[in-house]
Each structure stands twice: as C-alpha cells, then as structure tokens.
C-alpha cells in the first residue's frame, strides 16, 4: 500500500509514526523495506552526505537529484523532500515554483518547510495547489545563523510563541509537524492540543512520531550526534573493519582466491 499525506495524517492516535531519513536509492529502499511509512530526504544531506558544515549551502539542484534518487528506490513509503534553505524564503512564488518542481521532477509525495506563523501564507497556498506539507519549528536548522544549535522553548514566552506556530501550520493545512530540540511538556503540550501528528526530534516521547537521521541512526560516520540520537547499530567500526581487511587481502593477495576467479 502506497502511503498518503491524508493516510499518515490519519494515524494521530491510532498509532506511532517512525520516520527515517534517506539520501538514494538505496537508503531510500533501505527504510521502504523496514515498513517505515515515511522517508524524508532532509536537508541534512547537506552534512550528513555531501560534507558541508551545516544545511545552509545545499542547493535545489542537490536536493531534487536526490530525491529523485530516493523516490525510484521506496515503492510504499510517503517521500517528503525537505526545501532548502532559500528555496522559499524570498516569495511565495518562489516557495510554490519550488516545491512544485519536487513534485514534478522528483517525484516527492510532500515538501517540508520550516517555520511557524512566518510561513503560513506560503504552507496555504501549498496545500491550495495540492502539495501536502510537512511544518517544522522548534530548532529549525536553516536559522542556525540567528538561533544557533539549542534547544527551543524553555522560558515561558518562548514556548507559547511555539504553541502559536503550531498552531498556524496546523491551521495553514499542514498535514504533520515536526517539533524539534524542545522541553518535552512542551512537546507533548503541542501534541495534545493539534489534531495533526507531532514528529519528535529531541523533543521526548510525548510526540506522535518520531523523526531520526539515517547515519546517526546506523552509527556510520564517525561525527559527535546530538543527545536525542540513539544509535540502534554501530555501523562504523564494521564497515571500516571490513575495507581494511579488503586492503589487506590486496596487499597480501589472498583476495581474489579461486573461489573468486573464473
Ligand atoms: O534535514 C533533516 O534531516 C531534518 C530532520 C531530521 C527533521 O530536517
């Protein structure tokens, strides 16, 4: 079964929603395969994959050839591209060309954006044209410059500037929302009181779903993860263990024996 915004929408309180990024075909075909009904090619291929500092410079180009990549490897999961950073800032026009070109070309299922009251205009002219929208707020990587990497929320004022937000992209159309690095009674706050589903990131068991990073969640590179990480393998050591082995087979040439000889 091919999974919709509308499905995914309708699993608030019915059940849980685990979401995984992917970058390709094959991680894309990697979280298909596990029955995880939502793959989001996130900006975080910025430095996660592609070896930039942060998600500010990764550029459409970048980000419609993997999402493209990603939709020809998931046959079931719902594919949401994540818009990069100034792809909708500057118009709505911009915002709406944009994300029509993630349909178009790359094949996504949904977009994701982030921002709260700021972006509302934009997230209702996106669902007026049929293009379901993900919200993110809390930590929104793309304001790194202005915000830093710290968790959201914690005075008084701040969480009900949050509680606002969610409730504009709620209001807006959007279809689920991502909440990310806040208090967890805020969390769950936010969670109570939307009838779209919370996805979680540092932002503790409360939500609806939770969204992680493929790489941190494999344990494949070698870089410091943030504390709402959990590392549900050790990938890196394995894989670097292996391509030494493969060196060393070289070198000695004991690879290829026989059996890998016509
Ligand atoms: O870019 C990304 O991977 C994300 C999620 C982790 C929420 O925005």
């Known amino acids: 079964m091919k999974w919709t915004a509308a499905k995914i929408k309708a699993l608030k309180g019915e059940r849980k929603i685990a979401i995984l990024t992917a970058y390709d075909a094959l991680t894309g075909a ?38 493209a990549a990603v ?42 954006i982030e921002g709260g009251v700021n972006r509302v205009e934009l997230i209702s002219a996106l669902v007026e044209n049929g293009i379901p929208v993900l919200g ?6 793309q304001s790194v410059k202005s ?25 807006a159309g959007a279809f689920a929302l991502v909440l990310e690095c806040v208090p967890p009674e805020l969390g769950e706050a936010i ?17 609806d779903g939770q969204v992680l990073v493929f790489t941190d969640l494999l344990g494949i590179s070698d870089r410091s993860v943030p504390k ?14 292996a391509l030494a082995t493969y060196k060393a087979e070289v070198e000695s040439g004991t690879f290829p024996s026989g059996e890998q000889t016509y």
């Open 228 to 241: 709402f990480v959990k590392k549900f393998a050790h990938l890196n050591p394995i894989i670097t263990e």
């Open 147 to 171: 915000m830093g990497y710290r968790v959201q929320g914690k005075t008084s004022e701040q969480a009900r500037k949050l509680m606002d937000d969610a409730m504009a992209v709620e209001q």
């Open 71 to 112: 939709a020809r490897g998931v046959k079931e999961a719902l594919v949401i591209a994540d818009m990069p950073f100034m792809s909708y800032q500057p118009s709505i026009a911009m915002g709406l060309e944009n994300a029509g070109r993630f349909i178009k070309e790359a094949h996504a299922d949904a977009v994701k």
């Open 30 to 67: 990697l979280v298909d395969s596990a029955g995880l009904p939502v793959v989001l090619v996130g900006d975080s291929l910025a430095n996660t994959v592609l070896g930039y500092e942060t998600t500010l410079p990764v550029t459409m180009a970048e980000m419609l050839h993997h999402t």
């Open 191 to 207: 969670s109570k009181s939307l009838s779209i589903p919370t996805i979680g990131i540092g932002a503790g068991a409360g939500c």
């Open 136 to 141: 993110h707020i809390g930590l929104t990587p």
